[in-house]
């Protein structure tokens, strides 16, 4: 896909096309952002266009070259991502694995890409990787990328796509060129969702909203998710302050994992959002909207502890709970 035909993201593009035209393309670049908004798009097009005979530093999408590059067959592009990934993506049949798909990207899976890197290029002028889903390596994976960031081989890109930027080294991060992509509008992600298979546009709609913009996450969530949100919902709005039984067994039964207890979250969010929008429009007592607005900050807190920090996610919640209604007043009380 040339990098003209992607949508909504201007900025981002026209960054990548202006190094390009200039012959300035930096060795590294972390594409970050939502789920499915256009990085591996754009990293796809970065391919073509530095490969592409037929449009130089554009790619025309048609031609043989470019054809291969997007089947992942020509032997100048690297594609790398873990084995779950490959599975969800279809490039890997689960029937192959002895085990479970492994979540993460392994140092052995960077060595291999560097072994590769260092021979050159066989068919065009550049070598170039793409790692989608980069915040998926583990430590070791990262430090052992380092060494090529570092020192990268002449005439070689590397495309490092994720929308988990914050699980990256910061020296990993500090050696890239970030490039930031956007959510994409709701109304866009709704209409594509209903090509997707999601015939009711109320629902698209509501999936639209939860995404925040993130096509990926909504594609990812899909119906099943609907149903999970009312019934989150409705036991989220029936716990009583100071329940103390009930705070608990709410936190015990979404606090299992932090999958689990991400999505919760997630769920809570919307909902408070809402409810917060809808006492901000009826201009009604300003306590009450305060109240509401602590509680829905204070489940942005513990969605970054649990995320971002690693936070046992049943103890991550209970907190969250016995803060939020043993001191229904917040920061106001504060």
């Known amino acids: 896909m040339p990098l003209s035909h992607i949508q909504f993201q201007e900025a981002a593009v026209e960054c990548l096309r202006k190094s390009l035209r200039e012959n300035r393309l930096a060795h590294a670049w972390l594409l970050f952002g939502p789920e499915g908004v256009g990085k591996s798009s754009a990293a796809l097009g970065v391919c073509e266009a530095l490969l592409c005979p037929q449009k130089k530093g554009e790619g025309c999408g048609g031609c043989v070259v470019c054809r291969r590059i997007a089947q992942r067959t020509h032997t100048d592009v690297a594609w790398l991502s873990s084995e779950r990934s490959q599975v969800e993506r279809g490039w890997m049949d689960l029937k192959t694995l002895s085990k479970q798909p492994s979540q993460e990207i392994h140092v052995e899976q960077i060595r291999q890409l560097q072994e590769r890197l260092h021979i050159r290029a066989l068919e065009g002028p550049y070598k170039i990787a ?16 380092l060494k090529t960031l570092e020192e990268p081989p002449a005439n070689t890109v590397l495309l490092l796509c994720t929308h988990q930027k914050e699980l990256l080294l910061s020296t ?16 866009f992600v709704a209409e594509q969702l209903h090509a997707y298979g999601i015939s009711e546009p109320l629902k698209a709609a509501r999936l639209a909203e939860v995404s925040e913009g993130s096509l990926g996450k909504a594609k990812r969530l899909g119906e099943a998710w609907l149903e999970f949100q009312e019934k989150t919902e409705a036991e989220f709005f029936a716990l009583e302050a100071k329940a103390i039984g009930g705070l608990l067994a709410f936190a015990e039964r979404h606090g299992s994992n932090r999958a689990a207890a991400e999505q919760c979250l997630d769920v ?36 970054v502890a649990i995320v971002q920090r690693n936070g046992a996610a049943r103890l991550q919640l209970e907190a969250m709970l016995l803060d939020m209604f043993s001191q229904p007043m917040g920061i106001l009380e504060g």
Request: charged share 25%.
């Open 130 to 145: 793409v790692i989608l889903h980069a915040h998926e390596m583990n430590i070791q994976a990262q430090n052992a990328l």
């Open 172 to 187: 990993l991060q500090s050696r890239c060129q970030a490039l930031a992509f956007k959510p994409l509008p709701s109304t």
């Open 268 to 303: 809570l969010l919307v909902a408070l959002s809402r409810w917060v929008k809808e006492l901000a429009r009826g201009g009604g007592d300003e306590r009450e909207l305060w109240r509401w607005l602590y509680r829905y900050e204070r489940v942005e807190k513990a969605k």
